[in-house]
């Protein structure tokens, strides 16, 4: 309204001139809005100066809905820029979880600061897969949560300079591919029972993970995922949380003590052959609707801070509720919303 009352006090050709340079601002917005990514900008007093990238691109458990709800917490609650990358099918531009070539707007890690990834057997071209390698050579932060311990397949058929990036790689330098060799553990299998045992989260009693700054405010975390089965020894992380199943798919559902507990959130470090040492936050909940729970969101909130050498600033009641609403969808295969576009989550 004020640019209107404004712009009727200049010169006929003063208002054409501001008309046109309005009609081009627009049109930067509208081709901003174009690109099949959302990015968000925190207010200039709370900017924190650091820059998330959060990969989606789940068959399953929903990571195009959880990771927008994430990046939304993480800019307008604590200050962060960040991104939220999709599987896109590049024939209806649509967002589709189950088309595993196609994750654009990968170079937005160039100049990121955190990765975040929740992805499951991708196959990606060269040109994308070298953005997720070139920032890996760089030794920066990443945060993997759920299918990322499996987040890259790619098939004899297939034709890839990143091979040795599938979960299921054997031997050299990249034992279990990127989960194994970045994130402390590929895809062993289902140790609870999926879809009808949760997930108990129980904090390691020892002293070093206990008073991790991770852990600041976390008490009480249940999911309805299952324990992910772990055979790695996972001797040079810090195990902060053990989970134990449950029998049922409710948060009072009995504590199944007969069976094993297997860690389900720990921090490591990783080094590529020739690259810079980073370090690594991995939980094997991620579910969307495992993010209904606020300890998880605390958990993974605090793994942000810490990871982006902010350590100092958690503090146990840090703001970690959704903007606006969060209604995520039961995990399942086939089950993600058709149609949708990344502004169908902005």
Not at 223 to 240: E, F, K, M, Q
Request: proline residues 6%; glycine residues 10%; negative net charge.
């Amino acid at each position: 309204m004020k640019i209107h009352q404004r712009a009727v006090t200049y010169s006929a050709h003063g208002v054409k001139l501001c008309v046109l340079l309005l009609g081009l601002f627009m049109g930067c917005i509208a081709c901003g809005q174009t690109d099949p990514w959302l990015h968000y900008l925190p207010a200039s007093d709370l900017n924190q100066g650091k820059k998330i990238v959060l990969i989606s691109g789940d068959e399953e458990y929903r990571s195009e809905e959880s990771m927008p709800m994430l990046a939304k917490l993480l800019t307008e609650r604590h200050g962060f820029e960040t991104v939220v990358l999709f599987a896109i099918d590049p024939e209806t531009g649509n967002i589709n979880p189950e088309y595993q070539q196609n994750i654009p707007g990968l170079s937005e890690l160039r100049d990121a600061d955190l990765m975040v990834i929740a992805t499951r057997f991708r196959a990606l071209p060269d040109e994308q897969m070298a953005h997720i390698d070139g920032f890996l050579r760089a030794g920066k932060p990443v945060i993997g949560l759920r299918t990322a311990t499996h987040a890259f397949h790619f098939p004899e058929e297939v034709t890839s300079s990143f091979r040795h990036y599938s979960f299921n790689q054997s031997g050299g330098d990249w034992p279990g591919g990127f989960g194994g060799s970045i994130l402390g553990e590929t895809w062993i299998d289902h140790h609870g029972e999926h879809g009808t045992e949760g997930t108990r989260a129980l904090v390691n009693g020892l002293h070093a993970a206990a008073d991790h700054p991770i852990l600041r405010g976390v008490h009480d975390i249940w999911v309805p995922s299952d324990v992910y089965g772990i055979r790695n020894t996972l001797a040079n992380a810090t195990i902060l949380l053990w989970g134990q199943p449950t029998a049922g798919m409710t948060p009072d559902s009995r504590v199944m003590w007969e069976k094993s507990t297997m860690p389900i959130a720990w921090t490591t470090s990783y080094q590529l052959p020739n690259g810079e040492q980073g370090e690594v936050f991995t939980s094997t909940m991620g579910a969307s609707i495992d993010f209904q729970n606020p300890d998880l969101r605390r958990l993974f909130v605090n793994a942000t801070y810490a990871l982006l050498g902010l350590s100092d600033r958690i503090k146990v009641d840090l703001n970690v509720d959704p903007v606006g609403k969060y209604e995520p969808s039961m995990f399942g295969f086939g089950s993600h919303k058709k149609e949708q576009t990344p502004s169908d989550y902005r």
